[in-house]
């Protein structure tokens, strides 16, 4: 049993990793300032505390392992806020650094695969390019135990309905809610590999429990890529919707595919390919 914290917990990904935390028996405590977290991803038997990234240094509890969730976590509202991200992905991750390096605590920091592309098509890209370099710095520098786990396009039960800060499959469960017809962004062509929320967690738990030190990042992606024309697809056959498409948007990468089988052949981990059952369980 270990003690462990997991930032941004109050997410879609973190809620999900707390859950399967606390069912394998650990002591599990959430930080999380809700700005785009919920109240009602709470697990009973973890512990919450509400406060900002940036005060992660206050914290007087004794940790194993920390999960840093935590992060403006979208490509166009990043373009909104440029600052936020910056202050969230960069000198948010830089407290945690400090933080685990004076406390002696593993980190497994959640990356982006948009670090494939060009850091500078968004402030996302960017500041999550940057908390990666954050990130080796500290492990090079001061000999902190931090993995990064590069994630790709996520789904699964809790994700967020939200048509500012969901992925496309958040977006279109809301439009569909509606009785709007879905936006397709430029050609639809464009390709994504989507990743199972649960798939997520077990990467995660893997990286935490391994001793094995990655050079560069644990990929968590399936494998296998989707156009959002297909994705359309599947939801058409499901809910007999109509498509709009408006025009494309900066950041609107061409395709993303995981990079390297890492994960799979070191941890034994095992993604699984669950787009289509997954929007078929939609109500």
Sequence with gaps: MKNILVTGGAGFIGSNLIKKLIDEGHN?????????????????????????????????????????????????????????????NITGTTRVMEWAKINNVKVIYAGSSSKHHDPSDSPYAMTKFLGEEICKLYKKSFNVNVEIARFYNVYGPLEPLDEKFGNVIGIWRSKVIKGEPLPIVGDGNQKRDFVHVYDIVDGLIKIAFTDINHSDAWELGTGVNYSVNELFKYF???????????????????????ENDDSIKLLDWKPKDRLKDHINSFN
């Design 236 to 258: 058409k056959d499901k809910f007999d919707v109509h498509s709009i498409s408006i025009p494309d948007q900066p950041g609107n990468y061409r395709q993303t595919l995981r």
């Design 28 to 88: 599990v405590t959430c930080l999380d300032n809700y700005s785009t977290g919920t109240n009602e991803n709470n697990v009973p038997e973890a512990k919450y505390i509400t406060d900002d990234i940036e005060n992660i240094i206050k914290l007087k509890i004794r940790f194993d392992i920390c999960f840093h969730l935590a992060a403006q976590s979208r490509v166009q509202p990043s373009f909104d806020d440029p600052q936020e991200s910056v202050r969230v």
